[in-house]
Nanobody, 116 residues
């Protein structure tokens, strides 16, 4: 099993920045990719960014390219999502995700609201 705990959400004005953190624990050696997803009211959950465990290869949704950066700190078993130039359409609940040999895991979600 893998446990994921997110932090760092909140209310920010358009153009502002936030950094989300996702701390992983448990059988983390089984994880081969981690990522961030988001779900806005009335919409399906969508992938925002992913990062692989080995090469740290990253992938981003077109809507966040150039504004968001995913990174990892292996010593802390933590994945980050740095979000810059935030827009109202980025408002959503953001979920940390881990996929590995034992299955797929989700965090509890953290709310990000971009509003003036």
């Amino acid at each position: 099993q893998v446990q994921l705990v997110e932090s760092g959400g909140g209310l920010v004005q358009p153009g502002g920045s936030l950094r989300l953190s996702c701390a992983a624990s448990g059988n983390i050696f089984t994880i081969y990719v981690m990522g961030w997803y988001r779900q806005a009211p009335g919409k399906q959950r969508e992938s925002v960014a992913t990062i692989t465990s080995g090469s740290s290869s990253t992938n981003y949704a077109d809507s966040v390219k150039g504004r968001f950066t995913i990174s990892r700190d292996n010593a802390k078993n933590t994945v980050y999502l740095q979000m810059n130039s935030l827009k109202p359409e980025d408002t959503a609940v953001y979920y940390c995700n881990a996929r590995g040999t034992t299955g797929q895991y989700w965090g509890q979600g953290t709310q990000v609201t971009v509003s003036s």
